[in-house]
């Protein structure tokens, strides 16, 4: 009963520094999107993908990269880390594009 | 673009008070639109959920109903109680151009008993 996993749960990096944050769903879901989570904020989207092999830019994608080569996966990657990508980073899933997403429990990512 | 407009918080009440949340949206189409709880250091669960006009989504007590001609989806409880104490994020999904959530900057509730 695992759901969306994300690693790790908490992370520093050191400004300049790259790194990539995990996300598995073992649900089957096409859609899987990653946010970041800000005070006062809400959730924005960073990068969303529709299927293996097709990914899209969201709301705020500048420095993070994403790639889909599974169905199961969709890492986020940080190219050079800055300290206003400090925030929270959430992955979720959904079966399709306009029901409900599952959450994972979030990455902590904290850029000095 | 869409958008959803929340409630500011935080929002502070007693045990069994009545609660409101308000919500409310811009989008064209017809979107999807969903109430997400965020327990303190916790992903988000959905809470409850209404896919078209008049709908009325409910769950554990709460309700909400998915009012068109007011662009609305107000999230109602009769009777808080202490462990209903988190952050509540409405948001819309657009049936066009799925696969993202738009969320409300969320509203942070705390009842004390």
């Known amino acids: 009963n695992a759901g969306v996993t994300q690693t790790p749960k908490f992370q520093v990096l050191k400004t300049g520094q790259s790194m990539t944050l995990q996300c598995a769903q073992d649900m089957n879901h096409e859609y899987m999107s990653w946010y970041r989570q800000d005070p006062g904020m809400g959730l924005r989207l960073i990068h969303y993908s529709v299927g293996a092999g097709i990914t899209d830019q969201g709301e705020v994608p500048n420095g993070y990269n994403v790639s889909r080569s599974t169905t199961e996966d969709f890492p986020l990657r940080l190219l050079s880390a800055a300290p206003s990508q400090t925030s929270v980073y959430f992955c979720a899933s959904s079966p399709q594009g306009y029901t409900e997403a599952f959450f994972g429990q979030g990455t902590r990512l904290t850029v000095v | 673009g869409n958008s959803v407009t929340q409630m500011e918080g935080p929002v502070t009440l007693s045990e069994e008070a009545f609660l409101t949340i308000n919500c409310t949206y811009t989008?064209?189409?017809?979107?999807?639109l969903f109430w997400y709880v965020q327990y303190p250091g916790e992903g988000l669960q959905l809470l409850l959920k209404?896919?078209?006009?008049?709908d009325k989504g409910s769950n554990k007590g709460f309700e909400a109903t998915y009012r068109k001609e007011t662009t609305s989806f107000h999230l109602e409880k009769g009777s808080v109680q202490v462990s209903d104490s988190a952050v509540y994020f409405c948001?819309?999904?657009?049936?066009?151009?799925?696969?993202?959530?738009?969320f409300g900057q969320g509203t942070e509730l705390s009842v004390k008993p």
């Open positions: 209404a896919t078209k006009a008049d």
């Open positions: 948001a819309l999904s657009d049936r066009i151009f799925g696969g993202k959530l738009i």
């Open positions: 989008a064209t189409g017809y979107p999807s």
